[in-house]
């Protein structure tokens, strides 16, 4: 029970808080990695921990069909295909994507867990033609909104704020500087309101990856989590202690475009895989992980401080069709074919 609500328990939590002891020495920094990519269902990924509080709402409301929405490629997607599929509902996600030409990464994992992906020419109308056909179907639908992030889905990662604030200590961490993805803000709004919680010493630095709005991408950001938040203090009916001076999003790593394939991102990619074996995506944690070296390199995060960043998943990213031609042009040098 947090804030008043329940959550069904599906995680082996707290997810473990690595020392990523090659990059440290190579950056400078004490790195430590947050490993929230190794939650157990589905592949795993960040927003698991929103689904245990969806799924405890859905089950108490006789839900017995999720249905979400997002791109063709959303991580949320798949996650909620999976939760749906351990606790024998149905699922289906409504895309405004057009269907890729291939069942690849993300879409094969949802077919494979049995949930239905619908590519619709209009999201409005096309959602609710979606839920309507399974209404009169007689399924009880639970709608969960893009990406998890509303009032209810900030919590999973508010407890995580509590839970990495707890390791923390025991790890000796003070002054860290937290890295995390924003996209549909939940998880940044979760971790920040979390740690607050506890009076927590950790900052946190979001990297945004979503184009929001039209002109001062910043502006944007920004009204935008302050939005979410002023929703989610009335929804609880308290303040949770965060000010517009808490906020600290950076929006200059998006590199133009949301998932586009960015060479930068994908050395930062190698980097991570080739010192410490641990795989981003070129989406979400990827962008963000680059963000976060080039912050160091430039000297905005101090030589010598503790630096966390959370690994919130995104694995099956790199089999999209776009971002796998890259990355195997890249990486064919190191297939040899005619050596010996
Ligand atoms: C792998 C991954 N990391 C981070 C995020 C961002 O989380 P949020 O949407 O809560 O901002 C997402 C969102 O889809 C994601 O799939």
Redesign the pocket.
Known sequence: MLLGHDKIEFLHLPTPLERLNNLSSDLGVNLWCKRDDLTNLGVG???LRKLEYFLADAMAKGATMLITEGGAQ???GRLTAAVAAKYGLKCAIVTEDEYPGEISANLLLDGMMGCDVYFVKDMETGRQAVIDKYKAAGENVYYIPM???NELGILGYYECGVELDKQCREAGIGDATLFT????????LGLLTGLKSVDSRIHVTGINVLPYGEGDLAANVKAAVMELYGRTCMFYGRNLGVTEDDIDIRTDFIHGAYNNAVPEVREAMYTLARREAIII?PC??GKTFEGMVSMIKSGEVSQGSDVIFIH???LPGIYTRHHRVELEKELMPYMHTDEF
């Open positions: 990924g960040n927003k959303t991580n949320h990406g998890g992030s993805t924003v996209g549909s803000m939940a998880t940044y995506d979400y944690t919130t998943g995104g």
